[in-house]
């Protein structure tokens, strides 16, 4: 299972490296259209567990929310208003024609709205700062080398259960090895970076040490949150995008709680480095 997965994930990190390092239209359409399928996920989620969300504004919302931070002319909290106007509209209507729960359902749409398309934003935000190319390497980077190496380190050392109901499998063991796996490798690829981003940069291996860290502590939260919306609605993966991996809401749970946070971190420690 895991050379399945490793199969059809290696040839596809050139493409993933290529894009980041293009930046601008090309890395930002391609991150709209993934948050689009991701919002189909959600939806197809909470249809299997008898809900209604709003499935078609949530594919269009979701990315329009996340794109009001690069899209010339829109401003994110107006999209994002607009939408939840929309979202109630869309379910008055849905009551009316017979939908047995339309406030839940409401609240469903909501959710998805704000957690795909709002903290989906900060791929955009993210690779949009000074430097933003390379903080997006260091996070992006962490947040793959945690899950990494918090899946190797559960495996060997593994004993306690972190959350048995949610996700069986995972441990304290295998929490830890995240976090350090992910502070130690983004700080020796912030040591590499450093090059290529400049003298003058603010990049350096504390910076990719605290970043890596911050990833491997709270990437597992998003991957728990899917996890939990799966268990809910009897779903065992998101999608069928990649074979063995799931959907693309099951590859960026992590991402969607890392990201954010991450972000902000970027500007307090930037804020200490100048």
Known sequence: MLLDRLAIVVPLIPLAVWVVYLGGPVYSVLVLALLAVAAREYARLFRAGGGRPARGLLVVGVPLIAGARWLPGLEPGWVLAAALVAALLWHQVDFERGAPASGTDFVITIGGLVYLGWMGGYFLALRALPDGLWWSAILFSGIWLADSAAFFA?????????????????????????????????????????????????????????????????????????????????VKDSGHVLAGHGGVLDRIDSWLIALPVGYFAVLLLTGWLR
């Open 154 to 234: 559960g495996r060997v050392f593994g004993r306690h259960h972190l959350a048995p109901r949610l996700s069986p499998k995972k441990t304290w063991e295998g929490y830890a090895g995240g976090v350090l796996g992910g502070g130690l490798g983004a700080a020796l690829l912030a040591l590499v970076w450093r090059l290529g981003a400049g003298p003058d940069s603010l990049i350096n291996w504390p910076a990719g040490l605290a970043l890596g860290a911050l990833a491997g502590l709270i990437g597992p939260i998003g991957d728990l949150g899917i996890s939990m919306l799966k268990r809910q609605t009897g």
